[in-house]
Protein backbone atom coordinates (compact mmCIF):
# COMPACT_ATOMS: atom_id res chain seq x y z
CA UNK A 1 0.00 0.00 0.00
CA UNK A 2 1.43 3.10 -1.15
CA UNK A 3 0.59 6.35 1.80
CA UNK A 4 1.70 9.04 -1.09
CA UNK A 5 -1.31 11.35 -2.40
CA UNK A 6 -4.24 9.43 -1.21
CA UNK A 7 -7.83 10.61 -0.07
CA UNK A 8 -8.91 8.67 2.91
CA UNK A 9 -12.22 7.52 4.57
CA UNK A 10 -11.31 7.69 8.33
CA UNK A 11 -12.46 4.92 10.36
CA UNK A 12 -15.86 5.50 12.01
CA UNK A 13 -17.52 3.35 14.76
CA UNK A 14 -21.15 2.20 13.59
CA UNK A 15 -20.84 4.08 9.92
CA UNK A 16 -17.42 2.51 8.48
CA UNK A 17 -19.00 -0.76 7.41
CA UNK A 18 -18.35 -2.23 3.80
CA UNK A 19 -21.29 -0.03 2.58
CA UNK A 20 -20.36 3.01 3.36
CA UNK A 21 -16.79 1.85 2.32
CA UNK A 22 -17.79 1.22 -1.28
CA UNK A 23 -20.55 4.14 -1.33
CA UNK A 24 -16.90 6.67 -0.52
CA UNK A 25 -14.85 4.57 -2.80
CA UNK A 26 -17.11 4.86 -5.58
CA UNK A 27 -17.02 8.13 -5.03
CA UNK A 28 -12.76 8.12 -5.04
CA UNK A 29 -11.84 7.19 -1.74
CA UNK A 30 -8.48 5.54 -2.41
CA UNK A 31 -8.44 3.55 0.84
CA UNK A 32 -10.82 3.12 3.21
CA UNK A 33 -10.26 2.38 6.78
CA UNK A 34 -13.40 0.28 8.59
CA UNK A 35 -14.47 1.01 12.36
CA UNK A 36 -12.31 0.70 14.98
CA UNK A 37 -12.96 -2.94 16.33
CA UNK A 38 -12.05 -3.88 20.03
CA UNK A 39 -9.29 -7.26 19.96
CA UNK A 40 -11.24 -8.98 22.17
CA UNK A 41 -14.77 -8.85 20.42
CA UNK A 42 -12.67 -9.84 16.98
CA UNK A 43 -11.42 -13.15 19.21
CA UNK A 44 -14.71 -14.04 19.68
CA UNK A 45 -15.73 -14.13 15.81
CA UNK A 46 -14.70 -17.38 13.19
CA UNK A 47 -14.10 -16.29 9.28
CA UNK A 48 -17.22 -17.38 7.28
CA UNK A 49 -17.09 -16.74 3.16
CA UNK A 50 -20.70 -16.03 2.50
CA UNK A 51 -21.25 -17.34 -1.43
CA UNK A 52 -24.56 -15.26 -1.24
CA UNK A 53 -23.05 -11.80 -0.63
CA UNK A 54 -20.11 -12.78 -2.26
CA UNK A 55 -18.06 -11.34 1.01
CA UNK A 56 -15.79 -12.71 4.02
CA UNK A 57 -17.59 -12.22 7.02
CA UNK A 58 -16.21 -12.70 10.83
CA UNK A 59 -18.76 -13.47 12.95
CA UNK A 60 -19.38 -13.87 16.10
CA UNK A 61 -19.57 -17.27 17.33
CA UNK A 62 -22.16 -16.50 20.09
CA UNK A 63 -24.26 -14.43 18.77
CA UNK A 64 -23.93 -14.98 15.10
CA UNK A 65 -23.35 -10.82 14.85
CA UNK A 66 -21.60 -9.77 11.83
CA UNK A 67 -18.78 -8.01 13.23
CA UNK A 68 -16.71 -7.15 10.27
CA UNK A 69 -17.75 -7.83 6.48
CA UNK A 70 -15.30 -7.11 3.70
CA UNK A 71 -15.47 -8.52 -0.22
CA UNK A 72 -12.76 -9.38 -2.43
CA UNK A 73 -13.33 -5.64 -4.48
CA UNK A 74 -12.15 -3.66 -1.88
CA UNK A 75 -9.14 -5.83 -0.58
CA UNK A 76 -6.20 -3.46 -2.13
CA UNK A 77 -7.74 -0.62 -0.27
CA UNK A 78 -9.31 -1.39 3.21
CA UNK A 79 -7.35 -0.97 6.30
CA UNK A 80 -8.74 -3.04 9.28
CA UNK A 81 -8.49 -0.71 12.79
CA UNK A 82 -8.23 -2.67 16.30
CA UNK A 83 -8.84 -1.02 19.53
CA UNK A 84 -6.13 -2.95 21.75
CA UNK A 85 -3.69 -2.72 24.98
CA UNK A 86 -2.23 -5.91 24.70
CA UNK A 87 0.39 -6.74 21.61
CA UNK A 88 -0.75 -10.43 21.97
CA UNK A 89 -4.18 -10.11 21.85
CA UNK A 90 -3.54 -7.65 18.62
CA UNK A 91 -1.50 -10.05 16.62
CA UNK A 92 -3.80 -12.74 17.07
CA UNK A 93 -6.59 -10.68 15.85
CA UNK A 94 -3.97 -9.03 12.76
CA UNK A 95 -3.33 -12.87 12.02
CA UNK A 96 -7.34 -13.74 11.56
CA UNK A 97 -7.82 -10.76 9.10
CA UNK A 98 -4.00 -10.53 7.42
CA UNK A 99 -5.01 -12.48 4.53
CA UNK A 100 -8.71 -10.35 3.68
CA UNK A 101 -7.33 -6.56 3.93
CA UNK A 102 -4.58 -4.01 2.61
CA UNK A 103 -3.39 -2.90 6.09
CA UNK A 104 -3.99 -2.82 9.64
CA UNK A 105 -4.41 0.13 12.17
CA UNK A 106 -4.40 0.78 15.68
CA UNK A 107 -6.06 3.12 17.23
CA UNK A 108 -4.14 5.11 19.46
CA UNK A 109 -6.70 8.47 19.31
CA UNK A 110 -10.49 7.50 20.80
CA UNK A 111 -10.97 9.79 23.96
CA UNK A 112 -14.14 7.93 24.48
CA UNK A 113 -14.31 6.15 27.78
CA UNK A 114 -15.62 2.74 26.14
CA UNK A 115 -12.10 3.20 24.40
CA UNK A 116 -9.87 4.71 27.13
CA UNK A 117 -11.66 2.83 30.23
CA UNK A 118 -9.92 -0.29 28.61
CA UNK A 119 -6.54 0.98 28.51
CA UNK A 120 -6.82 1.53 24.69
CA UNK A 121 -7.43 4.32 22.20
CA UNK A 122 -6.06 7.90 23.32
CA UNK A 123 -5.05 5.38 26.66
CA UNK A 124 -2.48 4.28 25.01
CA UNK A 125 -0.79 7.65 24.11
CA UNK A 126 0.81 8.42 27.44
CA UNK A 127 2.39 4.74 26.99
CA UNK A 128 4.81 4.92 24.96
CA UNK A 129 6.21 1.42 25.87
CA UNK A 130 3.42 0.13 25.13
CA UNK A 131 3.02 1.90 21.84
CA UNK A 132 6.82 0.18 20.90
CA UNK A 133 5.20 -3.36 22.01
CA UNK A 134 2.32 -3.45 20.29
CA UNK A 135 3.73 -1.86 16.78
CA UNK A 136 6.89 -3.62 17.09
CA UNK A 137 5.35 -7.34 17.64
CA UNK A 138 3.10 -6.59 14.19
CA UNK A 139 5.85 -5.56 12.08
CA UNK A 140 7.85 -8.33 12.95
CA UNK A 141 5.05 -10.87 12.40
CA UNK A 142 2.75 -9.46 9.49
CA UNK A 143 3.52 -8.85 5.62
CA UNK A 144 1.41 -6.32 4.84
CA UNK A 145 1.63 -2.81 6.48
CA UNK A 146 1.17 -1.64 9.85
CA UNK A 147 0.01 1.78 10.99
CA UNK A 148 -1.52 3.55 13.74
CA UNK A 149 -3.60 6.83 14.17
CA UNK A 150 -2.78 9.53 16.96
CA UNK A 151 -3.83 13.00 18.18
CA UNK A 152 -2.09 15.78 19.12
CA UNK A 153 -0.51 15.60 22.51
CA UNK A 154 -0.56 18.66 25.18
CA UNK A 155 2.72 20.05 23.31
CA UNK A 156 3.86 20.69 19.88
CA UNK A 157 7.09 18.50 21.30
CA UNK A 158 5.67 15.73 23.20
CA UNK A 159 3.31 15.03 20.29
CA UNK A 160 6.51 15.11 17.95
CA UNK A 161 9.00 12.90 20.29
CA UNK A 162 5.62 10.34 20.21
CA UNK A 163 5.52 10.07 16.88
CA UNK A 164 9.31 9.62 16.54
CA UNK A 165 9.37 6.97 18.14
CA UNK A 166 6.18 5.72 16.43
CA UNK A 167 9.03 5.76 13.37
CA UNK A 168 11.26 3.80 14.65
CA UNK A 169 8.88 1.31 14.96
CA UNK A 170 8.89 0.52 11.61
CA UNK A 171 5.38 1.41 10.37
CA UNK A 172 4.13 2.42 7.10
CA UNK A 173 2.43 5.65 7.45
CA UNK A 174 1.12 7.27 10.64
CA UNK A 175 -2.44 9.22 10.26
CA UNK A 176 -2.27 12.37 13.07
CA UNK A 177 -5.87 13.49 14.23
CA UNK A 178 -5.34 17.34 14.23
CA UNK A 179 -6.72 17.58 17.83
CA UNK A 180 -5.78 17.02 21.49
CA UNK A 181 -7.64 14.83 23.91
CA UNK A 182 -9.65 17.18 25.76
CA UNK A 183 -10.73 19.09 21.97
CA UNK A 184 -14.04 18.81 20.99
CA UNK A 185 -14.99 18.04 17.29
CA UNK A 186 -16.46 21.69 16.94
CA UNK A 187 -12.62 23.02 17.88
CA UNK A 188 -10.63 24.28 14.83
CA UNK A 189 -8.45 21.19 14.46
CA UNK A 190 -5.27 22.27 14.49
CA UNK A 191 -3.18 21.79 11.08
CA UNK A 192 0.15 23.46 11.91
CA UNK A 193 0.24 20.91 14.72
CA UNK A 194 0.20 18.00 12.12
CA UNK A 195 2.78 20.17 10.05
CA UNK A 196 5.57 19.99 13.11
CA UNK A 197 4.84 16.27 12.90
CA UNK A 198 5.28 16.04 8.97
CA UNK A 199 8.47 18.61 9.45
CA UNK A 200 10.11 15.88 12.02
CA UNK A 201 9.75 12.58 10.32
CA UNK A 202 10.32 10.73 6.85
CA UNK A 203 7.31 8.16 6.89
CA UNK A 204 3.94 9.27 5.13
CA UNK A 205 1.85 11.39 7.51
CA UNK A 206 -1.80 11.48 7.19
CA UNK A 207 -3.05 14.39 7.95
CA UNK A 208 -6.71 14.25 9.10
CA UNK A 209 -9.00 17.02 10.64
CA UNK A 210 -11.75 19.62 8.84
CA UNK A 211 -12.25 18.51 5.56
CA UNK A 212 -15.56 18.97 4.12
CA UNK A 213 -14.99 20.20 0.39
CA UNK A 214 -12.80 18.11 -2.10
CA UNK A 215 -10.70 21.39 -2.24
CA UNK A 216 -9.75 20.93 1.42
CA UNK A 217 -8.07 17.72 0.64
CA UNK A 218 -5.64 19.86 -1.37
CA UNK A 219 -5.53 23.05 1.25
CA UNK A 220 -4.66 20.43 3.80
CA UNK A 221 -1.80 19.14 2.05
CA UNK A 222 -0.46 22.62 1.16
CA UNK A 223 -0.79 23.34 5.07
CA UNK A 224 0.66 20.58 6.67
CA UNK A 225 2.74 18.90 4.38
CA UNK A 226 1.46 15.82 4.45
CA UNK A 227 1.50 12.92 2.01
CA UNK A 228 -2.52 12.27 2.33
CA UNK A 229 -5.42 13.22 3.83
CA UNK A 230 -7.97 11.47 5.13
CA UNK A 231 -11.51 12.94 6.57
CA UNK A 232 -14.30 11.37 8.66
CA UNK A 233 -17.63 14.11 9.13
CA UNK A 234 -17.12 15.28 5.81
CA UNK A 235 -18.05 12.22 4.17
CA UNK A 236 -20.55 11.36 6.65
CA UNK A 237 -22.13 14.55 5.56
CA UNK A 238 -22.07 13.57 1.94
CA UNK A 239 -19.83 10.92 0.93
CA UNK A 240 -19.26 12.63 -2.18
CA UNK A 241 -16.23 14.53 -1.06
CA UNK A 242 -14.56 12.54 -2.96
CA UNK A 243 -15.52 13.99 -6.17
CA UNK A 244 -12.95 15.87 -7.64
CA UNK A 245 -16.35 17.12 -10.10
CA UNK A 246 -17.73 18.28 -6.84
CA UNK A 247 -20.28 17.25 -4.24
CA UNK A 248 -23.68 15.47 -5.83
CA UNK A 249 -26.55 16.66 -3.71
CA UNK A 250 -27.04 14.90 -0.53
CA UNK A 251 -30.20 13.52 -0.19
CA UNK A 252 -28.93 11.78 -3.75
CA UNK A 253 -26.23 10.47 -1.89
CA UNK A 254 -28.00 9.16 0.80
CA UNK A 255 -30.11 6.97 -1.64
CA UNK A 256 -27.36 5.64 -3.26
CA UNK A 257 -25.93 4.30 0.75
CA UNK A 258 -29.20 2.50 1.32
CA UNK A 259 -28.34 0.76 -2.28
CA UNK A 260 -25.06 -0.08 -1.06
CA UNK A 261 -26.57 -1.58 1.95
CA UNK A 262 -28.94 -3.57 0.61
CA UNK A 263 -26.39 -4.44 -1.43
CA UNK A 264 -24.20 -5.96 1.05
CA UNK A 265 -27.21 -6.98 3.19
CA UNK A 266 -26.25 -4.44 6.18
CA UNK A 267 -27.13 -4.57 9.76
CA UNK A 268 -30.20 -2.70 10.13
CA UNK A 269 -29.48 -0.93 12.74
CA UNK A 270 -25.93 0.40 11.44
CA UNK A 271 -27.77 1.20 8.40
CA UNK A 272 -30.53 3.65 10.26
CA UNK A 273 -27.56 5.01 12.43
CA UNK A 274 -26.05 6.61 9.59
CA UNK A 275 -28.92 7.90 7.66
CA UNK A 276 -29.60 9.48 10.88
CA UNK A 277 -26.32 10.48 10.65
CA UNK A 278 -26.90 12.12 7.20
CA UNK A 279 -30.16 13.52 8.37
CA UNK A 280 -28.96 15.51 11.26
CA UNK A 281 -26.50 17.38 9.13
CA UNK A 282 -28.82 19.31 7.00
CA UNK A 283 -32.38 18.28 8.38
CA UNK A 284 -33.84 17.16 11.42
CA UNK A 285 -34.62 13.04 12.64
CA UNK A 286 -37.84 14.89 14.49
CA UNK A 287 -39.15 15.03 10.94
CA UNK A 288 -41.44 12.42 8.76
CA UNK A 289 -38.89 10.48 7.76
CA UNK A 290 -36.35 10.42 10.66
CA UNK A 291 -39.37 9.21 12.36
CA UNK A 292 -40.45 6.52 9.21
CA UNK A 293 -36.71 5.33 10.01
CA UNK A 294 -36.93 5.21 13.70
CA UNK A 295 -40.33 2.60 13.01
CA UNK A 296 -38.07 0.38 10.57
CA UNK A 297 -36.93 -3.10 12.08
CA UNK A 298 -35.29 -4.56 8.71
CA UNK A 299 -33.73 -3.23 5.87
CA UNK A 300 -36.86 -4.15 3.94
CA UNK A 301 -38.79 -1.55 5.97
CA UNK A 302 -35.63 1.02 5.28
CA UNK A 303 -35.80 0.19 1.36
CA UNK A 304 -39.42 1.11 1.45
CA UNK A 305 -39.11 4.58 3.36
CA UNK A 306 -36.55 5.45 0.30
CA UNK A 307 -38.64 4.23 -2.27
CA UNK A 308 -36.22 1.25 -2.87
CA UNK A 309 -38.74 -1.54 -2.58
CA UNK A 310 -38.57 -3.30 -6.02
CA UNK A 311 -34.62 -2.70 -6.17
CA UNK A 312 -34.43 -4.86 -2.60
CA UNK A 313 -36.68 -7.53 -4.34
CA UNK A 314 -34.79 -7.43 -7.56
CA UNK A 315 -31.50 -8.28 -5.58
CA UNK A 316 -33.00 -10.95 -3.14
CA UNK A 317 -34.30 -12.63 -6.28
CA UNK A 318 -31.18 -12.30 -8.15
CA UNK A 319 -29.21 -14.15 -5.00
CA UNK A 320 -31.57 -17.24 -5.12
CA UNK A 321 -33.40 -15.79 -1.88
CA UNK A 322 -30.62 -15.88 0.11
CA UNK A 323 -29.76 -13.54 3.70
CA UNK A 324 -31.83 -10.84 2.27
CA UNK A 325 -35.22 -13.16 1.67
CA UNK A 326 -35.22 -14.42 5.63
CA UNK A 327 -35.64 -11.25 6.50
CA UNK A 328 -38.69 -10.79 4.05
CA UNK A 329 -40.05 -14.04 5.77
CA UNK A 330 -40.28 -11.60 8.85
CA UNK A 331 -42.46 -9.15 7.51
CA UNK A 332 -45.24 -11.44 5.90
C1 LIG B 1 -19.10 8.88 13.85
C2 LIG B 1 -17.63 8.87 14.13
C3 LIG B 1 -17.02 7.69 14.51
C4 LIG B 1 -15.63 7.65 14.72
N1 LIG B 1 -15.03 6.46 15.01
C5 LIG B 1 -13.66 6.39 15.02
C6 LIG B 1 -13.00 5.13 15.08
O1 LIG B 1 -13.61 4.05 15.08
N2 LIG B 1 -11.64 5.12 15.12
C7 LIG B 1 -10.90 6.29 15.08
O2 LIG B 1 -9.66 6.24 15.09
N3 LIG B 1 -11.51 7.49 15.00
C8 LIG B 1 -12.86 7.56 14.95
N4 LIG B 1 -13.47 8.77 14.79
C9 LIG B 1 -12.65 9.97 14.62
C10 LIG B 1 -12.42 10.25 13.13
O3 LIG B 1 -11.77 9.16 12.49
C11 LIG B 1 -11.61 11.53 12.91
O4 LIG B 1 -10.34 11.37 13.50
C12 LIG B 1 -12.27 12.77 13.51
O5 LIG B 1 -13.67 12.78 13.31
C13 LIG B 1 -11.66 14.05 12.90
O6 LIG B 1 -11.87 14.08 11.50
P1 LIG B 1 -12.99 15.06 10.84
O7 LIG B 1 -12.66 16.47 11.30
O8 LIG B 1 -12.81 14.86 9.36
O9 LIG B 1 -14.32 14.62 11.36
C14 LIG B 1 -14.85 8.84 14.60
C15 LIG B 1 -15.49 10.03 14.24
C16 LIG B 1 -16.85 10.05 13.99
C17 LIG B 1 -17.50 11.36 13.57
Redesign the pocket.
Given at each position: MDYRGKYIL???????GLPFRMLAAGYGADITYG??IVDHKMLCCERVENEALGTVDFVDKKSKDIIFRTCDAEKHRVVF?VGTADAVRCLKVANMVAGDIAAFDV?M??PKSFSTSGGMGSALLDKPELIHDILTTLRRNLNIPVTC?VRLLKTCGETVELSRRIEKTGVSALAV?G?RVADR?RDP?NWDGIREVVSALSIPVIA????FDYSDFQRMKDATGASSV?????A?WNASVFRPEGMLYWEDVKTEYVKRCIEWDNNVHWTKHTLK?MIMHFSNVEFSEGKALTRCKTLAAVADVYGLQSYYRELDVARGGSGLSRELLFLT
Open positions: APMVRVGEEQNGCKHRPANGDVMVARGVA
